[in-house]
């Protein structure tokens, strides 16, 4: 991890293996993530891979070599913020992450990806399921996130088959959010987190919150946890300096 700015850049660097994660990094990982959501200096982090590759997935090779990456089922009352096989995946963060994605994102990569509140992908990227053609379960929250970022018929396409989606298809169907030139996603995923940092950090954080845990909320409750995050921010009295601000605009 380094930081530019406000900007954490987390890279997986392990090119030699398109930066598939083995048990040693997804611990580091998770270590990592930990260390941004602490770190106030800190405001938006941007996942990417080193040489060219996003991320393949768990390494394979290790677990054939009986090196299996860590899996655990605490139960659903004690399993957020706790590391999972491809590390952070079950951390509910209170800042954005952001994937910038080259060449193959895929099987747990894939996961990787959609954990992150938004995905630059560069437009010769592969995302897929692929750890559908190896016997691999998806256990990184894969199952869970995919229905609910592209619906249950695009996902069930993905998770059943495990086909090659082009950049341009997954910008297409909701998987991916912007599009790059090949070589640019990372510049481009920077770009937009600098552009985050930018805004006051205490409301869009409310916000976040709010849209990352209303799906599983009925709608009053969603609509009353939207409130109560937001009231304590006006509170603060920022949204009333903002208003100021944007009153001295000219008309």
Same mark, same amino acid.
């Given at each position: 991890m380094e930081r530019r700015g406000p900007v954490a850049?987390?890279?997986?660097?392990?090119p030699q293996r398109r930066n598939a994660v083995d048990r040693v990094t997804a611990r580091r990982l998770f270590e990592v993530f930990t260390a941004f959501n602490s770190d106030d200096r800190a405001q938006v982090a941007?996942?990417?891979?080193?040489g060219g590759s996003f991320c393949s997935g768990a390494d394979l090779r %290790?677990?054939?070599?009986?090196?299996?990456?860590?899996v655990t089922d605490p139960g659903a009352t004690a399993i957020l913020n706790t590391p999972a096989?491809?590390?952070p995946t079950r951390l509910a963060l209170g800042k954005p992450v952001i994937a910038a994605i080259e060449?193959?994102?895929v099987a747990g990569g894939l996961e990787l990806a959609i954990w992150a509140d938004l995905r630059v992908a560069a437009r010769d990227a592969v995302l897929g399921v692929?750890?559908?053609r190896w016997g691999v379960p998806l256990v990184d929250g894969g199952t869970v996130r995919l229905p609910r970022l592209i619906g249950e018929g695009r996902a069930a396409d993905l998770i059943l088959t495990g086909r090659d989606v082009t950049a341009e298809e997954a910008h297409r169907i909701g998987l991916v959010?912007?599009?790059?030139?090949?070589?640019? %996603?990372?510049?481009e995923a920077v770009a937009l987190a600098e552009q985050i940092a930018a805004h006051p950090q205490a409301c869009m954080r409310s916000d976040r919150t709010s849209m990352r845990t209303s799906a599983a909320k009925p709608l009053a409750a969603a609509l009353a946890a939207e409130v109560r995050l937001g009231v304590p921010v006006l509170e603060q009295g920022l949204a009333q300096s903002g208003a100021e601000s944007f009153s001295r605009r000219p008309r």
């Open positions: 850049m987390i890279t997986i660097n392990r941007v996942l990417t891979g080193a %290790a677990i054939a070599d009986g090196d299996q990456n860590e096989p491809m590390g060449g193959f994102a692929f750890c559908r959010d912007r599009l790059a030139g090949p070589g640019c %996603a990372l510049t």
